[in-house]
């Protein structure tokens, strides 16, 4: 008995040992990015322009780093709010732990270099070299033209800063280790003459991350062969669900039969009609997580260089419901 005893503790400290193995390798070979560039970016007017234009209305920094207002149509920001941070993408939402939007102001990004702005919004990576969870999705802004970004940076420390002390991330087992496998060097790209409509078009639509919410996920990782088909869920404060759409060419479930000027106006109408309130609790569980008035600030050219970039992609046979009171199956 005592022998048998001898070995079980012997596996005991023997499993105890290669997992302490394996995390100290984990924790010294990742997050594997390079450090952040020595970087100091000049705030041109026209730099300052095109940064407050992608921040604002591309790839929508605004819409998760600020206040949304869920009794109107499309949670609009609320005034006062921009870049303060602190609202909660969790296990409330279905995630594997709780994350908080950083404050994004000069009060939270101070003592940060743009070199460690750059990194972070580009590889997922902090000024202390922690990992960031991919809600925001920094792989796809690491695939951006460099200038673009650093114009998003050079932004970021014009905006009023606030003063809002937002909480830790913390992550369910075994997220910890894995998020720290996830940041990569980023791969900057050339922004496309935009009279290459179609990849012109690609490019915008990589930098407002249409795909993040429009493609379905089975635990984080996409549905092969459903990009853009949409059905990803979101619950709404209110209660209930709304699903994305399906933006591919498909006539029958997708935009198939929507024309250029169609697809441009379901945008800009949107942004430029007041916003619609929604007063009874009923009634807001026909919200939408879609920030209309945001995306419908985009130029007519973006907007119909994305349309021409989704009708260039595979239809894909996808009807969805777009509301209901309870989860669908994945």
Same mark, same amino acid.
């Given at each position: 008995?005592?022998?048998?005893?001898?070995?079980?503790?012997?596996?005991?400290v023997?499993?105890?040992?290669?997992?302490?193995?394996?995390?100290?390798?984990?924790?010294?070979?990742?997050?594997?990015?390079?450090?952040a560039?020595?970087l100091?970016?000049?705030?041109?007017?026209?730099?300052?322009?095109?940064?407050?234009?992608?921040f604002e209305?591309?790839?929508?920094?605004?819409?998760?780093?600020?206040?949304?207002? !869920?009794?109107?149509?499309?949670?609009?920001?609320?005034?006062?709010?921009?870049?303060?941070?602190?609202?909660?993408?969790?296990?409330?939402?279905g995630?594997p732990?709780?994350?908080?939007a950083?404050?994004?102001?000069?009060?939270?990004?101070?003592e940060?270099?743009d070199?460690?702005?750059?990194?972070?919004?580009?590889?997922?990576?902090?000024?202390d070299?922690?990992?960031?969870?991919?809600?925001?999705?920094?792989?796809?802004?690491?695939?951006?033209?460099?200038?673009?970004?650093?114009?998003?940076?050079?932004?970021?420390?014009?905006?009023?800063?606030?003063?809002?002390?937002?909480?830790?991330?913390?992550?369910?087992?075994?997220m910890?280790?894995?998020?720290?496998?996830?940041?990569?060097?980023?791969?900057?790209?050339?922004?496309?003459?935009?009279?290459?409509?179609v990849?012109?078009?690609?490019?915008?639509?990589?930098?407002?991350?249409?795909?993040?919410?429009?493609?379905?996920?089975?635990?984080?990782?996409?549905?092969?062969?459903?990009?853009f088909a949409?059905g990803?869920?979101?619950?709404?404060?209110?209660?209930?669900?709304?699903?994305s759409?399906?933006?591919?060419?498909?006539?029958?479930?997708?935009?198939?039969? !929507?024309?250029?000027?169609?697809f441009?106006?379901?945008?800009?109408?949107?942004?430029?009609?007041?916003?619609?309130?929604?007063?009874?609790?009923?009634?807001?569980?026909?919200n939408?997580v879609?920030?209309w008035?945001?995306?419908?600030?985009?130029?007519?050219?973006?907007?119909?260089?994305?349309?021409?970039?989704?009708?260039?992609?595979?239809?894909?046979?996808?009807?969805?419901?777009?509301?209901?009171?309870t989860p669908?199956?994945?």
């Amino acid at each position: 008995m005592k022998t048998f005893l001898k070995i079980g503790l012997s596996l005991l400290v023997i499993v105890a040992l290669a997992a302490g193995a394996g995390t100290a390798y984990v924790y010294a070979r990742y997050p594997a990015v390079p450090p952040a560039e020595s970087l100091t970016i000049h705030a041109t007017p026209e730099t300052l322009a095109r940064g407050q234009y992608l921040f604002e209305h591309v790839s929508l920094c605004v819409d998760c780093h600020s206040t949304r207002d !869920w009794s109107k149509y499309g949670a609009p920001v609320l005034p006062g709010t921009i870049g303060k941070g602190g609202d909660l993408y969790g296990t409330n939402i279905g995630l594997p732990g709780d994350f908080y939007a950083r404050n994004i102001t000069p009060a939270g990004l101070g003592e940060w270099t743009d070199g460690e702005i750059v990194r972070a919004v580009t590889t997922g990576v902090d000024r202390d070299g922690e990992p960031l969870f991919p809600i925001m999705p920094y792989p796809r802004y690491g695939r951006m033209a460099k200038d673009d970004v650093e114009a998003i940076v050079a932004y970021l420390r014009t905006i009023p800063a606030i003063s809002n002390t937002v909480p830790a991330h913390t992550f369910n087992f075994p997220m910890q280790f894995v998020t720290r496998t996830i940041p990569a060097p980023a791969q900057f790209s050339t922004r496309p003459a935009p009279d290459d409509t179609v990849k012109y078009g690609e490019y915008v639509t990589n930098a407002a991350a249409c795909t993040d919410c429009h493609t379905p996920q089975v635990q984080g990782a996409s549905v092969p062969g459903m990009d853009f088909a949409g059905g990803m869920e979101f619950p709404l404060p209110a209660g209930g669900y709304v699903r994305s759409a399906n933006i591919t060419a498909d006539a029958g479930t997708g935009i198939g039969t !929507w024309t250029e000027q169609q697809f441009v106006d379901k945008f800009t109408a949107l942004a430029a009609a007041p916003d619609q309130v929604l007063t009874a609790p009923e009634d807001r569980k026909n919200n939408t997580v879609m920030p209309w008035k945001a995306y419908g600030g985009m130029t007519r050219e973006d907007l119909a260089a994305i349309y021409a970039y989704l009708r260039s992609l595979p239809p894909v046979v996808h009807r969805v419901e777009k509301h209901g009171d309870t989860p669908q199956a994945p």
